[in-house]
């Protein structure tokens, strides 16, 4: 079975800018969360998605937001981009309740802003 | 507040010793943990998770131990191999209500010496 699948893999990006990243979650998964990493702040939770739903929302400015399709795929948007954005974007799935199960990451997406 | 953190940055030991990573975690309302390794250029792989109705759980050469009354948990892996060198991190739910929402800690770093 394919694991969590992230495209791209690398952006640059310069500030002012919107990214869109995608995240394919393993098969017959449908809860999708995404995370933010940053040597300085570490793993941050940004939201989860299931059934084409926003669950959870973690501490991050309305720049940032996302949505599911109903093949439960999953995008995340950053809009008018701050050098701060620069991260590794995680996305991670699992089958339905992530609080009780398993969440199986991605190898992320490396944003960096200039 | 919510926080998950490890006692070391930084853990060296040589082949074939046993590693102990260290974590405490401040919610006593959590109660699913897991540890996952994060190889460099890698999204963060699970290794093993335990649910706060356990003390101790194993898998192939880790063991996981929750220690409730001092909200501590740590992973010990046998015999450590050059394969295990990564950085480590515990992560927490932090209990019903924040459908996935991990709190990972910061993130140990381990060494193996050849």
Sequence with gaps: KAGVTQTPRYLIKTRGQQVTLSCSPISGHRSVSWYQQTPGQGLQFLFEYFSETQRNKGNFPGRFSGRQFSNSRSEMNVSTLELGDSALYLCASSLADPSRETQYFGPGTRLLVL | ?114
């Design chain 2, 1 to 114: 507040g919510e926080s998950v953190g490890l006692h070391l940055p930084t853990l060296s030991v040589q082949e074939g010793d046993n590693s102990i990573i260290n974590c405490a975690y401040s919610n006593s309302a959590s109660d699913y943990f897991i540890w996952y390794k994060q190889e460099s250029g890698k999204g963060p792989q699970f290794i093993i998770d335990i649910r706060s109705n356990m003390d101790k759980r194993q898998g192939q050469r880790v063991t996981v131990l929750l220690n409730k009354t001092v909200k501590h948990l740590s992973l010990q892996i046998a015999a450590t191999q050059p394969g295990d060198s990564a950085v480590y991190f515990c992560a927490e739910i932090p209990g019903s209500g924040n459908t996935g929402k991990l709190i990972f800690g910061q993130g140990t770093t381990l060494q193996v010496k050849p």
